[in-house]
């Protein structure tokens, strides 16, 4: 089935630091999101790109559809301790189709020290 | 408006119990998904209804999952009976079809333990 590799794993990095991320898959996809999850807490949308090489910013977050349509990333500027959390790449195959091809990556776990 | 809501948002009970978790959707929204999550596997899909009706339920693990949308405004995931692999949270989300939208809002989550 259809899968999404995302990296890296989990990322240590000092306040100030900027984060990079992405996910990459080996099917085509319309639409990408990047969700984030907070300790207890469920995922939410940071940022929805659903055009090839489309790039996006949401404060200090930019999110890019790659031109191939098999890849996205994420890059988050100048980094919090509140930007703690679990960063979820998701992808869907069926633009204004089936709602259940949404196909999420593992996660990417992100942790900063002050 | 008040979001996704789910209950239980902890659970803990003893294999062979059935569990009930809901889900109340946000007002409007025309589908309603059940994921689940677990350290190994991720978020998984379980089942999703639009307009009350099941769509697909290929993710459910097996015929002790059972999922119910009797109304626009509620829904339900039974589990029945339950085993320990079951652990796990359970998040239910919501969304609006339109053009250029379809993004999932989530609860906040049910934690299911089953010992």
């Known amino acids: 089935g259809q899968q999404l590799n995302q990296s890296p794993q989990s990322m240590f990095i000092q306040e100030g630091e900027d984060v990079s991320m992405n996910c990459t898959s080996s099917?085509?996809?319309?639409?990408w999101l990047w969700y984030k999850q907070d300790p207890g807490e469920g995922p939410v949308l940071l940022i929805a790109?659903?055009?090839?090489?489309e790039l996006t910013s949401n404060g200090r977050l930019t999110a890019q559809f790659g031109i191939t349509r098999k890849d996205s990333f994420l890059n988050i500027s100048a980094s919090i301790p509140s930007d703690v959390g679990i960063y979820f790449c998701?992808?869907?195959?069926?633009?204004?189709?089936?709602?259940?091809?949404?196909?999420f990556g593992k996660g990417t776990k992100l942790s900063v020290k002050p | 408006d008040a979001g996704v809501i789910q209950s239980p948002r902890h659970e803990v009970t003893e294999m062979g119990q059935e569990v009930t978790l809901r889900c109340k959707p946000i007002?409007?929204?025309?589908?309603l998904f059940w994921y689940r999550q677990t350290m190994m596997r991720g978020l998984e899909l379980l089942i999703y209804?639009?307009?009350?009706?099941?769509?697909?339920d290929s993710g459910m693990p097996e015929d002790r999952f059972s999922a119910k949308m009797p109304n626009a405004s509620f829904s339900t995931l039974k589990i029945q009976p339950s085993e320990p692999r079951d652990s796990a949270v359970y998040f239910c989300?919501?969304?609006?079809?339109?053009?250029?939208?379809?993004?999932?809002?989530f609860g906040a989550g049910s934690r299911l333990t089953v010992l």
């Open positions: 007002s409007g929204h025309d589908y």
């Open positions: 790109l659903y055009k090839a090489g």
């Open positions: 989300a919501s969304s609006l079809r339109q053009a250029g939208a379809n993004v999932l809002t």
């Open positions: 998701a992808g869907r195959t069926n633009y204004g189709g089936s709602q259940g091809n949404l196909i």
């Open positions: 209804f639009n307009n009350n009706v099941p769509i697909d």
């Open positions: 099917s085509i996809f319309n639409t």
